[in-house]
């Protein structure tokens, strides 16, 4: 029997043979790296212009859906395309495949007009490891500055109420950003509230709108409408209690529609909110397409002559069943996990409320499809079918298009012609192995190392002896 044991050290001929190829993955992976380049530029152009906005939630669900990327991929593409928009050195050193994809995707979780130029010379003369390391380091340094920025703004939180020397009484203060947002939808509401009462005093009809179109003389000031409505908030929270309320509670909208209206939204009817502002027809039908109903019955006269019992159009065990079957929003590129339960049939048009009736939907996509004019269908086989507002299906997942015969060569003629000049050597790190120091590399090059104590700091002291 003839053992042949693998030559370990290839014989002169193979090592050139070799050399040759490395050096062909090296000039097509720079390639590829100015094509990706081009791809983001792309992206940021229809990101920019909605082209997503489609029926998508987002440039990245869009980007998954028609090139086939996982969620994560396309996601960090569209952050890197929206990044280097603003980030011209790094964008162009792409272009010209002088830094790998990873290297620039790294980069631009840190970059800032302000440290772009020293972090692309952190990305020419490290390896991607480097970089990656680099860049975590950096981070630990911006995230101590942004932790000691956030605990100095919540420590300046305050509000201050003092009687002035006239006896009215001064409010001034500063609050936390997500605090603030609060109070002023708190105060929206208020003036909203105020603003009806006003027009209802004069008898006006009440806008589905409400502006302030027709401002009469004594319309008073944006600034003391704020001071009403303050007092109104004020009014409110004495009356009723503090009690912030489950978040459920707290968004919870009651819907009057007549029955005919909410099986057809021609038919003539009432559908208003509790305080009476009117709602689209088509929005009451997506609102109780899976709510809790209560069905009230009036006699001729309007007078209220029954009220039903309380009951949920989707059954608690079916709704469990149905986010089993279908996990998530079943719109075709979405597959958000938490979904309210679609009538593809609406039961106000004797649609059943069984699993075939049935589909998970996003907020979103329950929108499209009550609102916006998308349509989805079950088939016999029990595939669902969208189709787009204009009739035309859009399907779960498109096919990508034809690539030429020879991609590669294709690629080399497109970068020639635009006088790029690729070869084994463009995306060579300059480090020729020296010893990487990365604290005394951050201390060096980020602007905020000198002046925030950091992890990196103390680790580099350790770290030399
Ligand atoms: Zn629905
Ligand atoms: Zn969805």
């Not at 790294?106 to 970089?131: F, I, M, N, P, Y």
């Not at 002559?305 to 469990?320: D, H, K, N, V």
Request: charged share 25%; aromatic share 4%.
């Amino acid at each position: 029997m003839n053992i042949s044991t693998p030559n370990v050290f290839p014989t002169p001929e193979p090592v050139v043979e070799l050399e040759r190829l490395g050096d062909a993955i090296a000039e097509l992976s720079a390639h590829l790296d100015a094509a990706t380049a081009r791809v983001l530029d792309l992206i940021r152009e229809f990101d920019a212009r909605g082209g997503w906005n489609t029926g998508f939630l987002s440039c990245a669900a869009w980007l998954s859906w028609r090139v086939g990327l996982d969620r994560g991929s396309a996601r960090e593409r569209v952050r890197v395309a929206r990044a280097l928009g603003t980030l011209p050195r790094l964008a162009q050193a792409l272009a010209r495949g002088e830094l790998s994809y990873s290297k620039v995707r790294a980069l631009t979780r840190v970059a800032t007009a302000e440290t772009e130029e020293r972090l692309l010379a952190v990305g020419r003369a490290g390896t991607a490891e480097h970089v990656e390391r680099i860049v975590r380091g950096w981070r630990r340094v911006d995230r101590k500055a942004e932790a000691e920025e956030m605990t100095r703004r919540h420590r300046s939180r305050a509000l201050y109420v003092y009687p002035d020397e006239d006896g009215m009484v001064v409010i001034r203060g500063r609050l936390e950003p997500e605090v603030g947002a609060v109070v002023l939808q708190a105060l929206a509401a208020a003036r909203e509230t105020l603003h009806r009462r006003a027009d209802a005093k004069v008898g006006k009809h009440v806008p589905a709108e409400p502006g302030f179109a027709d401002v009469s003389a004594e319309t008073p000031t944006m600034a003391q409408q704020q001071a009403d409505a303050l007092m109104l908030v004020a009014e409110s929270v004495l009356h009723h209690g503090i009690d912030p309320g489950a978040p459920g509670e707290r968004y919870q909208v009651v819907v009057h529609i007549d029955a005919p209206v909410l099986a057809d939204p021609d038919a003539p009817g009432e559908s208003v909110l509790e305080e009476g502002t009117y709602v689209p027809a088509e929005t009451s039908q997506r609102l109780a397409c899976d709510a809790t109903r209560v069905v009230m019955r009036r006699d001729p006269d309007g007078h209220l002559i029954e009220i039903g019992a309380r009951t949920r159009t989707i059954p608690p065990a079916l709704r469990r069943t149905l986010q089993h079957r279908d996990h998530g929003c079943r719109f075709p590129g979405c597959g958000r996990s938490f979904g309210q339960g679609h009538h593809i049939r609406h039961w106000a048009n004797g649609g059943p409320t069984t699993l075939s009736n049935l589909t998970l939907l996003c907020r979103r996509h329950h929108r499209a499809v009550h609102e916006e004019g998308y349509q989805v269908e079950r088939r016999h086989d029990g595939a669902l079918r969208f189709r787009r507002p204009d009739g035309r299906l859009l399907s779960e997942s498109p096919a990508l298009p034809a690539v030429p015969a020879d991609p590669v060569g294709m690629l080399r003629a497109r970068h020639n012609a635009q006088g790029l000049a690729i070869d084994p050597r463009t995306a060579m790190p300059g480090w020729l192995g020296e010893r990487f120091d990365v604290g005394y590399a951050i201390d060096v090059l980020h602007p905020l190392a000198g002046s925030v104590r950091t992890p990196v700091e103390f680790e580099t002291r350790r770290s030399r002896p």
